[in-house]
Each structure stands twice: as structure tokens, then as C-alpha cells.
């Protein structure tokens, strides 16, 4: 049974998920100083990660609903 499992290993390594590349510039987020700056960096990385972007909301909104229901 082992020789079976040991086989199938190298398969599904295939299939686990890759690390995608950062979606914002690196130097976008070590550079930018400014208000204007810091909101085109917010901005590209809504525009290229929505999915991520609308979990991120939800949590925040989520988590501040609580912390008013505890008052």
C-alpha cells in the first residue's frame, strides 16, 4: 500500500495551489509617502484583487457590528 501512496505524491503536487505574485508593486507599497500616493496603491490593489478586496470589507464591517452589539 505504501508503494502506491509514494507513487501518487509527485501527482498531487500538481495540484496544490501556486503563490501568485503580489498584485501591487513592491515598490508601489516601499515608496509611497503621500495621501495620493497610498490611495493609488489601495486603489490598484482593489482593481486587481476583487475577490479578496469585498472579504476584507465584509470582515471590517463584520467585526464592527459585533464590537457596537457589545456596548
Known amino acids: 500500500m505504501s508503494d502506491n501512496s509514494d507513487d501518487i505524491k509527485?501527482?498531487?503536487s500538481?495540484?496544490?495551489p501556486k503563490k501568485k505574485?503580489?498584485?501591487?508593486?513592491?515598490?508601489f507599497?516601499?515608496?509611497a509617502?503621500?495621501?495620493d500616493e497610498k490611495l493609488v496603491v489601495v486603489k490598484v490593489f482593489a482593481e486587481k484583487n476583487v475577490q479578496n478586496t469585498v472579504k476584507l470589507f465584509k470582515n471590517m464591517?463584520?467585526?464592527d457590528i459585533e464590537r457596537k452589539r457589545r456596548r
Open 10 to 12: 509527485p501527482d498531487l
Open 14 to 16: 500538481k495540484f496544490k
Open 21 to 27: 505574485a503580489l498584485a501591487v508593486p513592491k515598490e
Open 29 to 31: 507599497l516601499e515608496n
Open 33 to 35: 509617502n503621500s495621501y
Open 61 to 63: 464591517l463584520k467585526d
